[in-house]
């Protein structure tokens, strides 16, 4: 009877064209377009800029730092003020005092992380000018120190050697939308769920099972049994997206650089809360469209709040602690750990934890609103 239940609520999910829509091809096609929105956004390698420079100095260290960015294809300078987007103004005596500053205008409406990329880049090129004036000085007094001066290199890639863990690879945009459109779209089983749930209920489905000595319990979970496997086959088809078709959009294709067993372990967790609020969604709504209407505001303010619509990085503190609340911020920052931090089993345990708690309780609730329901006759 059991086994019959199961196959029952798998033919019901598979007839339904709509929801195998909402559960498969909408998380694909987001990750699709948000991969490659953001691509430039999670980049600073063809990032370029266009700058004018009043050199008020007008000394041979001036004129080596223009020729140097010149030949640096991130700089694009201009003749004229206005369609520059940084003013860079070297002041008089620039080479003589060496605390001199440089004074830079910014004239167009850029992000922070672009003006930290452009101060980053070309303070580049005022360290090596800076440095390759004081190896000049010091030549004729110490030629070996001098030697080993001019052989030092000023990049940023040289001077850090980053790491993620066990990994080189750094972050990517498909790295953070693969994530967030798993998670949105695991929730989406509130759709077919609840259509179940309310025309069950209304036909007396439900309680004739009840009847016949099937208990609440039973019938919770041989429906939930075909949602989990569900969940499970979504997170793997949602990254063979991140990882075959992104790709083919010009964009980096998803890295996983954690364990397999961490991506099982969140999937797990993540796919008990979906269910239990679904559940609890189906059992307590009055008709399919309520259902149907409560989870969907549901899963897009819980979406919202947790970091799948923006990312949590760029929120306002106050917004990031209030993204702790929401069952799909646990799971996000689990897959998140789990791709860009290499994270292990051990690693994301907590937000497994926290999933499969929520998850069990919003099952129990459902399990004791449905008795409730059933023998009520509601």
Same mark, same amino acid.
């Given at each position: 009877?059991?086994?019959?239940?199961?196959?029952?609520?798998?033919?019901?999910?598979?007839?339904?064209?709509?929801?195998?829509?909402?559960? +498969?091809?909408?998380?694909?096609?987001?990750?699709?377009?948000?991969?490659?929105?953001?691509?430039?956004?999670?980049?600073?390698?063809?990032?370029?800029?266009?700058?004018?420079?009043?050199?008020?100095?007008?000394?041979?260290?001036?004129?080596?730092?223009?020729?140097?960015?010149?030949?640096?294809?991130? +700089?694009?300078?201009?003749?004229?003020?206005?369609?520059?987007?940084?003013?860079?103004?070297?002041?008089?005596e620039y080479e003589k005092e060496s605390n001199a500053t440089l004074h830079l205008f910014i004239q167009s409406s850029l992000k922070e992380n672009e003006i930290k990329a452009f101060e980053s880049i070309f303070s580049e090129y005022i360290?090596?000018?800076?440095?390759?004036?004081?190896?000049?000085?010091?030549?004729? +007094?110490?030629?070996?120190?001098?030697?080993?001066?001019?052989?030092?290199?000023?990049?940023?890639?040289?001077?850090?050697?980053?790491?993620?863990?066990?990994?080189?690879?750094?972050?990517?945009?498909?790295?953070?939308?693969?994530?967030?459109?798993?998670?949105?779209?695991?929730?989406?089983?509130?759709?077919?769920?609840?259509?179940?749930?309310?025309?069950?209920?209304?036909?007396?489905?439900?309680?004739?099972?009840?009847?016949?000595?099937?208990?609440?319990?039973?019938?919770?979970?041989?429906?939930?049994?075909?949602?989990?496997?569900?969940?499970?086959?979504?997170?793997?088809?949602?990254?063979?997206?991140?990882?075959?078709?992104?790709?083919?959009?010009?964009?980096?294709?998803?890295?996983?650089?954690?364990?397999?067993?961490?991506?099982?372990?969140?999937?797990?967790?993540?796919?008990?809360?979906?269910?239990?609020?679904?559940?609890?969604?189906?059992?307590?709504?009055?008709?399919?469209?309520?259902?149907?209407?409560?989870?969907?505001?549901?899963?897009?303010?819980?979406?919202?709040?947790?970091?799948?619509?923006?990312?949590?990085?760029?929120?306002?503190?106050?917004?990031?602690?209030?993204?702790?609340?929401?069952?799909?911020?646990?799971?996000?920052?689990?897959?998140?750990?789990? +791709?860009?931090?290499?994270?292990?089993?051990?690693?994301?345990?907590e937000d497994f934890a926290k999933l499969a708690t929520f998850g069990l309780v919003s099952l129990t609730l459902s399990m004791i609103l449905l008795h409730f329901r059933i023998k009520k006759r509601l």
């Amino acid at each position: 009877m059991f086994s019959a239940m199961i196959k029952k609520e798998l033919l019901l999910v598979l007839r339904d064209k709509h929801a195998l829509m909402a559960l +498969f091809v909408m998380p694909a096609i987001f990750i699709l377009i948000m991969s490659v929105a953001m691509r430039d956004q999670f980049s600073v390698k063809n990032i370029e800029f266009t700058l004018f420079v009043k050199d008020l100095d007008n000394s041979a260290m001036s004129k080596e730092l223009l020729s140097s960015i010149k030949d640096d294809a991130t +700089f694009h300078l201009t003749q004229t003020q206005k369609s520059a987007d940084f003013m860079l103004e070297i002041p008089k005596e620039y080479e003589k005092e060496s605390n001199a500053t440089l004074h830079l205008f910014i004239q167009s409406s850029l992000k922070e992380n672009e003006i930290k990329a452009f101060e980053s880049i070309f303070s580049e090129y005022i360290y090596k000018v800076r440095f390759g004036a004081i190896t000049e000085a010091i030549e004729p +007094f110490a030629p070996d120190v001098a030697k080993q001066l001019s052989e030092f290199e000023f990049s940023v890639d040289k001077l850090y050697d980053v790491e993620y863990n066990n990994s080189k690879l750094l972050p990517n945009s498909t790295q953070q939308s693969v994530p967030a459109w798993i998670v949105f779209g695991m929730f989406f089983i509130i759709i077919p769920m609840s259509t179940i749930y309310v025309n069950e209920r209304k036909q007396n489905t439900l309680a004739r099972l009840n009847s016949m000595n099937i208990s609440v319990f039973s019938m919770t979970l041989s429906k939930s049994i075909p949602y989990f496997l569900i969940n499970q086959v979504q997170v793997w088809i949602m990254i063979a997206v991140g990882i075959f078709l992104v790709p083919l959009l010009d964009t980096p294709a998803l890295e996983i650089n954690g364990s397999i067993f961490a991506i099982l372990e969140i999937a797990v967790g993540l796919s008990l809360t979906a269910i239990g609020i679904s559940t609890l969604i189906a059992v307590s709504a009055s008709s399919s469209e309520q259902a149907t209407t409560i989870g969907g505001i549901s899963n897009i303010l819980l979406g919202a709040i947790g970091g799948v619509m923006v990312p949590k990085f760029i929120m306002p503190e106050s917004m990031q602690k209030l993204a702790e609340l929401s069952p799909m911020s646990w799971g996000l920052d689990g897959f998140l750990d789990i +791709f860009l931090t290499s994270a292990d089993s051990s690693a994301v345990f907590e937000d497994f934890a926290k999933l499969a708690t929520f998850g069990l309780v919003s099952l129990t609730l459902s399990m004791i609103l449905l008795h409730f329901r059933i023998k009520k006759r509601l």
